[in-house]
């Protein structure tokens, strides 16, 4: 089988930085008998102890502190976007006007107009884009999806997608660039719930419009030291500065096809720790997915004699989609990392075949849409179409 090789170039070496550099390590050990064979040519990052870093752990060829000479490398077929979110648009229509592959962290742009500007510079140019919804990727939430597409929950009547995630529940978490306005623009809207809206996308279509809330729980923080720590990195006694975007947002939503629903995400929540859920209920049966349950679909499908009126769970195994490349064994479950090799996988795939693939800027904008609608809905507390 003659190989594909498919020169990276990532920029942001951060914790998702190097997350992104081992999945596509990865890709030739888990999907061995497909033709890619990814190279991880170049790196940049303004931090040099994490350049230096990622090129001894991943073994990039080269490295740099100015992202230009990523997208300027010959060898280069594919940029990968990991940086702050300020940094996004001008590095997307950069490679785009080179010609080059992208692949971008969500939300993409800094707010919904910097993403639609993203998206039109990638069709401008006629690349080929990726998104990071990894959570789409894990193969009990694909068969939820397939078992959808087959009509077995009957017509869908309500939905309910959330991501509680207490990582800055404490009120020492540092003021990363997540709670800059400037630099991060969105809070919980971007980080979180842009998670939600393209998982309620996947799961059950378009949103047709929606009423919203939002808070902002804790409007201090230690500011963080340049180049050490994330987002989930605890602050000693210092120099305090104001959170500039939202800790929590809540949305109600009517669907295109009349499904009735709720999206929630908080970053400062108690409790949960990577709560990234749904709940989908029909006709003729429901499901229910959460992400700290990664490995486990509860189904309801009652018989007509309702021996089985009840949820039933499910175990992710070989049956499933893309749980095979990973292990034969069934409740041998997958992890985090695991769904960033499959979306890298699934983003190289689309290079390799030429033909654009999902998710990509088109589904990155929609979100957009209707991130731009819940902001509207705050400023006039009233229901608003997407």
């Known amino acids: 089988m003659e190989k594909h090789t ?8 951060g914790w998702m930085g190097m997350t992104h550099a081992r999945a596509y390590r990865q890709i030739t050990d888990r999907f061995h008998d497909s033709p ?6 170049i790196c940049a990052d303004d931090v040099v102890e994490r350049t ?6 991943f073994e990039f060829e080269r490295t740099t502190t100015d992202y230009r000479h990523v997208i300027e490398d010959k060898d280069v077929q594919v940029v990968n976007i990991a940086a702050p979110n300020n940094m996004h648009l001008e590095i997307v229509e950069a490679a785009a006007a080179a010609k080059k592959q992208v692949f ?14 993203i998206y039109a510079a990638a069709q401008r140019a006629g690349v080929l884009t990726g998104v990071g919804y990894n959570y789409r990727w894990a193969p009990v939430v694909q068969y939820a999806h397939q078992l959808i597409s087959e009509g077995k929950l009957g017509t869908l009547t309500h939905y309910r997608g959330r991501f509680f995630a207490g990582y800055a529940a404490h ?27 393209d998982m309620a996308h996947f799961i059950v279509g378009d949103i047709d419009s929606v ?28 120099k305090m500065e104001a959170v500039t975007n939202e800790d929590y947002v809540g949305v109600l939503v009517r669907f295109e096809n009349g ?26 049966g429901a499901l229910r997915w959460n992400f700290e349950q990664m490995n486990e679909l509860e189904v309801y499908l009652p018989n007509e004699n309702g021996s089985t009126d009840g949820y039933t769970r499910i175990l992710s195994g ?36 030429g033909k654009q693939a999902n998710p990509g800027f088109r589904e990155a904008a929609a979100v957009a849409d209707v991130q731009t609608a819940i902001q509207i809905s705050w400023e006039e507390d009233r229901w608003i179409s997407v």
């Open 6 to 13: 498919i020169g990276i170039g990532i920029i942001g070496m």
């Open 318 to 353: 070989p049956s499933h989609p893309l749980h095979a490349d990973f292990n034969p064994g069934p409740a041998v479950g997958l992890g985090y990392d695991d769904l960033k090799t499959i979306e890298a996988y699934q983003f190289l795939q689309a290079i390799h075949t």
């Open 36 to 41: 890619l064979q990814p190279k991880l040519v």
């Open 104 to 117: 971008c962290e969500k939300p993409v742009g800094r707010n919904p107009a910097e993403t639609k500007a």
């Open 211 to 238: 009423v919203s809330q939002q808070e902002t729980f804790i409007p201090q923080r230690p500011v963080a030291a340049v180049g050490s720590g994330t987002h989930f990195t605890l602050g000693s006694d210092g």
């Open 259 to 284: 499904v009735r629903g709720t999206l929630e995400a908080c970053r400062v929540i108690n409790g949960p720790k990577c709560e990234m859920a749904f709940e989908v209920n029909g006709t003729e």
């Open 52 to 57: 230096d870093e990622a090129k001894t752990r």
């Open 171 to 197: 009120p020492r978490a540092v003021l990363s660039w997540r709670f800059q306005k400037e630099i991060a623009g969105l809070g919980t809207l971007g980080d979180l719930i842009s998670h939600v809206v």
